[in-house]
């Protein structure tokens, strides 16, 4: 008889990808005991190093996700120099492992749910290493698979394939509804190495033909080249039929490497080396969970202004032909969004499992507008949105559409202040904030009350107006209070150089974590040097006396809170110095408050 362990919990999270993980953090961090089941024995999903997709998101001028995934990109920039899709591996287990409210599985599959009145009760997986059943009951579920298995399993209504053109109004839908996607890749990565080598395929590799790589030609120079294009699978199902679908890719994958090594055509292609070939396929598209609203191409294009807005994407409307290589034209159509846009709550809770959230790929959305929202890094706000709205349901025992309706501004609220960016929202700080005095020392540039005005970046959406301010680096800020006052915490947000231009390497070097092909000259990151990496936050207490309430010598945070709990008369912040700009006196601050 093999064991079956049963664990009772608050939250469960089905998924490990960019968004189970972040859902799984954001609620274990706002005090709800959460178990994160995930198939594979590395988190991370197509970001991890079994499949090495890029994390993408909004474009445009500062529009780069925080909250969460910024946290976890700067502590790769930190941790990762080298951009080792392992170290990356390691940094998503080690922040999921830091948190003493969330319970890890990996290697285990969801394959059973027990469901009473609308409701998931269990769900139940198979860890193959320990040949043991895991049992998870708990209060709210959050499908975060990709896949959606939580919708076979339970019923959850789900939407597969594309939809006509006529049933929403959509541009850029096909005629006639079918159940095609878009395709699955394997991806590969080589290195360059100063002596050439020898390249024999395998005898199941795919022969290509320069007619075949019209659109698609290797240029392994290019910091880009990362073969997406390897694609396959669309026609077919792309959960049935996986394994197929995942052979035939692999036979490309193997006759792209064959044509870079031998054809002659690929410059220094005999000194190109295989690096890595990906075994799993990363999928684009498979199921759509269904919510209270479906965000489609015209939600999309016109900003998405919602009162319920609790995430955004901004990447384009990247719709890949389901034939995939075997399409003849090129691999993608790719229409600019007006980024960003504003993805609302309704989008992420099941429309007839009334204990259902979910995030990633597969939330409520149509074929045409999943094509901008399906991108890693808005997968993970998505996430970190799901893993709050989860936390302010268990405190308030509120179901998601209770959450929707009476606890609204509460999920909002939780999500601006955790760092989270929701396009055409302020953050409100308490109001003692406005009515202290706030002086600064050094003032270099721009207004000081900006650091009290709930804005926590530049961005067009608040105008052209500089919204943080500019002091000089060991100087002080302070806010001075007429009488001693109870303090809760201290909140700051420092500018971690959201469009990452004073990183090294070309814009697609300084975009991503993690690279593709290795060349010579392939730059080591670092953290932005715009970001402070000292500072020190003093509190001068009822009695006069100084207490220094953190001394930080290696921030990698862009916002950080300080618990303070105690009656000051003074609280004085001094940003010392900057990452790799010890000759540059400015620190570029963006929010100063407290509660």
Not at 358 to 383: D, K, Q, W, Y
Request: hydrophobic share 35%; net charge negative; glycine share 8%.
């Amino acid at each position: 008889m093999l064991e079956t362990k049963i664990y009772e919990t608050d939250f469960c999270v089905i998924g490990g990808g960019m968004a189970g993980v972040c859902a799984a953090i954001a609620a274990a961090r706002n005090g709800v005991k959460t178990v994160l089941m995930q198939d594979r024995p590395m988190l991370g999903g197509n970001a991890s190093s079994e499949i090495r997709m890029w994390i993408c998101g909004a474009h445009g001028e500062n529009n780069r996700e925080t909250g969460l995934i910024e946290e976890i990109m700067l502590e790769s920039l930190y941790k990762n120099p080298d951009k080792s899709h392992y170290m990356f591996d390691c940094i998503l287990l080690e922040k999921v492992r830091a948190e003493p409210n969330l319970t890890l599985l990996l290697n285990c599959s969801c394959m059973e749910a027990e469901t009473d009145r609308e409701r998931i009760v269990w769900v139940k997986g198979w860890q193959g290493t320990t040949q043991t059943f895991h049992q998870v009951h708990a209060r709210l579920f959050a499908d975060c698979s990709g896949d959606s298995i939580l919708a076979p399993l339970t019923g959850a209504h789900f939407r597969f394939g594309r939809e006509a053109a006529g049933e929403f109004g959509e541009q850029v839908a096909v005629q006639t509804a079918d159940r095609k996607t878009m395709g699955i890749s394997c991806l590969l990565q080589g290195r360059l190495e100063p002596v050439p080598s020898v390249f024999i395929p395998p005898s199941w590799a795919a022969k290509l033909t320069p007619e075949q790589l019209r659109y698609r030609r290797p240029r392994m120079h290019k910091s880009s080249e990362n073969f997406w294009y390897l694609e396959y699978g669309g026609e077919l199902d792309c959960i049935r039929d996986a394994e197929e679908i995942r052979d035939r890719v692999l036979s490309l994958a193997m006759g792209m490497w064959d044509y870079i090594k031998n054809s002659g055509e690929v410059e220094d292609g005999p000194y190109w080396k295989l690096d890595f070939l990906g075994f799993l396929p990363a999928k684009r598209e498979s199921r759509r969970m269904m919510g209270r609203y479906l965000l489609t191409q015209q939600d999309v294009l016109s900003g998405g202004r919602f009162p319920d807005t609790v995430a955004y994407g901004g990447w384009g409307l990247d719709d890949h032909d389901p034939g995939g290589f075997f399409h003849e034209g090129k691999p993608n159509h790719d229409q600019k969004t007006p980024a960003p846009y504003g993805i609302p709550f309704r989008c992420l809770y099941s429309e007839n499992i009334r204990n259902l959230l979910f995030a990633g790929r597969n939330i409520s959305a149509t074929h045409a507008a999943m094509s901008s929202s399906r991108v890693m890094a808005t997968c993970a706000v998505l996430g970190e949105a799901v893993g709050t709205a989860a936390a302010v349901g268990i405190r308030n025992q509120a179901d998601p559409e209770a959450v929707y309706r009476f606890h609204l501004e509460e999920l909002q609220r939780l999500l601006m202040d955790q760092d989270c960016f929701l396009p055409h929202f302020r953050r409100i700080p308490a109001e003692a904030v406005s009515s202290a005095a706030l002086y600064a020392e050094k003032l270099l540039g721009g207004d000081i009350n900006r650091l009290r005005n709930g804005i926590d970046r530049n961005n067009r959406i608040y105008g052209e107006e500089e919204q943080g301010c500019f002091v000089e680096a060991g100087s002080r800020v302070e806010y001075i209070f007429g009488e001693p006052m109870q303090v809760a915490s201290v909140r700051v947000t420092f500018d971690s150089d959201l469009d990452r231009l004073t990183l090294p390497g070309d814009s697609n070097e300084r975009k991503h974590i993690t690279r593709a092909n290795i060349r010579p000259d392939s730059p080591s990151t670092r953290l932005p040097s715009t970001l402070v990496r000292e500072y020190r936050l003093c509190a001068e207490l009822e009695d006069g006396s100084v207490e220094t309430v953190r001394a930080e010598t290696e921030n990698r945070m862009r916002t950080v809170r300080i618990p303070v709990g105690r009656r000051v008369r003074r609280l004085t912040l001094i940003p010392i110095r900057k990452w790799y700009q010890e000759d540059d006196a400015s620190v570029h601050l963006f929010s100063f408050d407290f509660n």
